[in-house]
């Protein structure tokens, strides 16, 4: 007996017998499926121009300073208007044989020349038809004169954790490579805008390969490439695609309209903790809570501040982070029915959908008129004795006199009582309560007095509450709603 067969023997006999080569199979060949999609992959070229030379102050005119300045500025051949080219490379893919392309925002930002190129070695001229940076979306438009080879979106809720998939696109400006790989996780917030919703994914992903698709093992595309975690610019095996089904919309939309039309509840939101929980008598954290409402947007009149929302057309909000998508998919000027929590009764609101990019310039009026109004001086003061109450929420609170606005820089439309003192081992000072805050609520009833802050609280402490909601605004009256542990 060789060698070879007395070891394979003594395996058998110990119960290590490996399997045999043919039962070990890794995953199936992407080849046939890589070299149908290639073709509709692209390579973006994009340049811009951006000013050279370094800042260097200037004298008076006419000036000795200004002589001596000008013979040491090293700026001196650039001339004012002197400009560097600066070029970047990213990915793509056609959508219709017509010539769309569907690539990142940021691969085409400001550009001012941008050349797409495609497999059978041609080149083109493209032109942004319309962009969105919310969601890093851009759609341009290229003539190549014929059809061309095209793909098409699959549903991107259909790929669950585990999934292989494959991203095709143009790292480090090495034009059509193919990386495979999983879906790693789902619905990654990464902070980059406000619908982030990622698909994680451990297929290669590196510069360059921004906006270049990822495919299912159907060949449909389930998301768009779009961030990496990286060292030196090298993956890390952590990559970040928008799932296709958030952007069908925004891409039909800057194909139509060249812009977006995002639906807008004109309401700022803020999440649902375990003590705001606790303090409304709720056994989940479910829902958004309705800090504040714009003047005039679609909510004005009908949504009330501290309002649980918990439905919108429909769709049940388990999270804060859940309203912004619906809303923004929701038809502009749909009438829609809102189910809020007000005073512990369940409410079905009425709610016409407004246009978020309307609502932003309204939004954008109302913060310049504010800032406006909070220079104003306001000379009525109110009384300036402030109780202690720190064996009950461990802070002591004052009224809002004309001291405490200039001290704490409080606008004069700010209504309340102001924190004066916290105890730093207290809760309110765990939930980030300090000197300076106003609150303007407590258990969702407006107070404006020391008075009516102490009976409320001492209210909610008799009826046994663990902890109590205030509604807490900064100096320049944007609201917060924080749930306090009573002691």
Known sequence: MTAKGALLGALALCGLMLAAPGFAKGPESVSQLAEVLSPAVVNIGSTRHVPTGVPFPEGPEGTPLDDMLEDLNPNNGLGPEAMQEAS????????SEDGFIVTNNHVVEAADEI???????????????????????????????????????????????????????????????VTLGIVSARNRNIESGPYDQFIQTDAAINQGNSGGPLFDMNGKVVGINSAIIARGGASLGIGFAIPGNLARPVISQLEEFGETRRGWLGVAIQGVTEEIASSLGLSSTNGAIAVTVTKDGPADGVVKEGDLILEFDGKPIREMRDLPFVVAETDVGKHVDVKVLRDGKDLTLKITVGRLEEGEKIMEAQARQDAIGDIAPDDEAADATPPTLYDIVGMDVGPIDDAAREKFSIGKDVKGVIITKVDPESDSSKQGLVEGLVISEVTQQPVASVEEFEAKVDAAKEAGRPSVLFKVAGPTGQNRYIGVRLR
Do not use: C
């Not at 991107?156 to 790292?171: F, R």
């Open 88 to 95: 970047s490379l990213g990915s793509g893919f056609i959508v």
């Open 115 to 177: 050349i797409v190129y495609l497999t059978d070695g041609t080149r083109w001229p493209a032109k942004v038809v319309g962009s969105d940076d919310k969601v890093d979306l851009a759609v341009l438009k290229i003539d190549a004169g014929h059809k061309l080879p095209f793909v098409e979106f699959g549903d991107s809720d259909t790929a669950k954790v585990g999934d292989w998939v494959m991203a095709i696109g143009n790292p480090f400006g090495l034009g059509g490579s």
